[in-house]
Structures are given as structure tokens and as C-alpha cells.
């Protein structure tokens, strides 16, 4: 015998994500027979060529599951009053259930201010002070999709994730702090590792499982790892090389599986899970809403 390491187990994101919106879709199927269609509605300002294809691709999974949506394109010289205009009469709009106002912004709109105004049961990104507040009381709350598919992920692959040491890699408001604050939920112990870490590294090294979410290609190599961790990548970097592009995680994939038990890879990792944990909270909202108005 060999001290040879098995081969990591590839954790297959699109797989995943495809099941989740199978349950969706079944659900959406089931509330139609009752005369039911959750809607989303995706806002977005400017004309950001990454978030376009955000925005499209959303539009096109609402399609094949079954949810109705709405999108709306506003001009990046468009104002902050225009667009709270526009979230309040979603807000007051009874057939919309979901509300996604893609970011980045405009430098000249206040983001908070945006995300505060939307009414937080339609509030489909858990972005809302209010779902903020309630996920980290571990409330039944809208989750953020990215790291609510990060623990689907891990959950698949680990079962109980009781007793774990977590590292999360990143504090954004998006990923690193919801991510952390699941983690906890999910019994995990939970540490923060952020630009101003003294050892970023030696504290990832004594990770059970690493969250990678800092938007640096390639920072985490095998170095970073515990022999045996699960890793799970976050990280859509664009690198040229040469004359071409490709896309990276935040993670050295080649570097890691010398390590890692598991890993995502990128693509085909988290990405496809953000997308269908967004199917799965406008169904959500959408069931939440008709319950508070006595018709499901
Ligand atoms: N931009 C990057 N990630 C996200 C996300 O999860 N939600 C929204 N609304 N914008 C984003």
C-alpha cells in the first residue's frame, strides 16, 4: 500500500442546483393547478456587462421553473428618487412576490438606501436589514442565495456539518457575513478571515471546511489547506492570458486537490446554486405572501 491520497471528490454544482430547481419547479407546478404564479421582479441600472448576463440568466431559470418574470432596465444616469419610485409601486404591486435589484449600482446611488426600500417579505437577496437581522437571531428568514447554496453544497457533501470548524474567507455583506452566520446556525464553529488577518493562512490550515469569497485569483493554494478539508470556492475571476480570458475561483484548483477531500470548481461550482437558491426564495416569499393573505 501506498500513502497515496484518494482523488477529491469534484463537488458538481450544476448538478445540484439543477435538483433544487426540480423541487422548485415541482412546487411552482403545484400552485399553478390552484391558480398561483410566483413573479419575480430583477431590476437593473446601468449597463454593466457582467451584470447583464447575471440579470439574463435569472430571467431565463424564473422561465424554466415556472416563475413569472419582470425585468426592468434603467439608464446608470437614472436617480435615486427614480428608482425608489419604481421599488415602492413593486412594493405595493400584490402579483409581484420577489424584488432583485442587481448590484453593483451606480457610484451616484446609495445602495443602502435601495436595499432598505425594498418591502423585506419580497426581499428575495435576504439583503434587507430586517432579514439581516433575522438570520443572525437564526429566524426563519430570506437567506442570501450565494451563501444559502454554499451550505446546500456542503450539506450534500458533509451530511452534519455539528462540531466543524468553518473559515470563512471574506467579510462582504453578500457572501462572507451571511455565510458565517449559517455556518453558526448549521453548529459549525466559525472563524473570519479578512484582509487585515495577521495569518490568514494559519488560521485557514486549521480548517475542517474553507468558504473562499474575496474576489482574488488563485490566493488560496494548498498551502492555505488542512489535509483533507472540504473547500468551497466563491471566487468568478476573469483572467487574461495572452490573448484569451478564462474564469478562476479565489482558490488554486490544480494546488488544492493535492489537499482538499472536496471542491467546488469554477465554473460549475456555486455559480449555478446562486441562481436556483433565488428560484427557491421568490417561491418562498411567494407562499409566505399568499399564507399572510389567507389565499393558500
Ligand atoms: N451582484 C453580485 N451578487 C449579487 C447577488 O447575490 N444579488 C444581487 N442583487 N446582486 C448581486
Redesign the pocket.
Known amino acids: 500500500m501506498t500513502g497515496a491520497q484518494a482523488l477529491p471528490q469534484v463537488i458538481d454544482g450544476k448538478a445540484a442546483a439543477a435538483q433544487v430547481l426540480a423541487e422548485v419547479r415541482e412546487q411552482v407546478l403545484g400552485l399553478k393547478e390552484q391558480g398561483l404564479q410566483p413573479a419575480l421582479a430583477v431590476v437593473l441600472v446601468g449597463s454593466d456587462a457582467a ?1 447583464q448576463v ?1 440579470v439574463r440568466n435569472k430571467i431565463l431559470r424564473a422561465g424554466e421553473v415556472g416563475i413569472a418574470s419582470l425585468e426592468y432596465a434603467l439608464p446608470a444616469t437614472c436617480t435615486l428618487a427614480e428608482l425608489l419610485d419604481l421599488i415602492a409601486q413593486l412594493n405595493a404591486d400584490s402579483t409581484v412576490n420577489g424584488i ?5 449600482l451606480p457610484a451616484h446611488i446609495d445602495e443602502n438606501a435601495v436595499l432598505q426600500s425594498v418591502d423585506p417579505a419580497k426581499d428575495v ?1 435576504g439583503f434587507h436589514s430586517e432579514n439581516v437581522g433575522g438570520l443572525s437571531q437564526g429566524r426563519n428568514v430570506l437567506t ?3 451563501p444559502a447554496g454554499c451550505l446546500r453544497l456542503l450539506k450534500n457533501t458533509l451530511g452534519d456539518l455539528r462540531g466543524k470548524h468553518a473559515v470563512v474567507v471574506g467579510r462582504s455583506n ?1 457572501v462572507g457575513k451571511p455565510m458565517a452566520a449559517l455556518l453558526l446556525q448549521a453548529d459549525c464553529s466559525v472563524t473570519v478571515v479578512h484582509s487585515r488577518s495577521l495569518d490568514a493562512a494559519a488560521l485557514c490550515r486549521q480548517a475542517d471546511i474553507v468558504v473562499a469569497a474575496v474576489g482574488r485569483p488563485n490566493l488560496i493554494d494548498a498551502s492555505w489547506l488542512k489535509t483533507g478539508c472540504v473547500v468551497i470556492d466563491v471566487g468568478i475571476n476573469r483572467l487574461s492570458v495572452g490573448g484569451s480570458s478564462r474564469l478562476v475561483g479565489d482558490v488554486d484548483y490544480a494546488s488544492a486537490l493535492t489537499k482538499a477531500s472536496a471542491i467546488t470548481p469554477v465554473p460549475g461550482g456555486v455559480g449555478p446554486m ?1 441562481i436556483a437558491l433565488l428560484m427557491n426564495n421568490t417561491l418562498i416569499a411567494a407562499r409566505q405572501q399568499w399564507a399572510a393573505q389567507g389565499t393558500l
Not at 100 to 104: D, H, I, S
Open positions: 451584470s447575471y432583485l435589484v442587481q448590484l453593483p437577496d442570501p442565495c450565494t453578500i446562486t
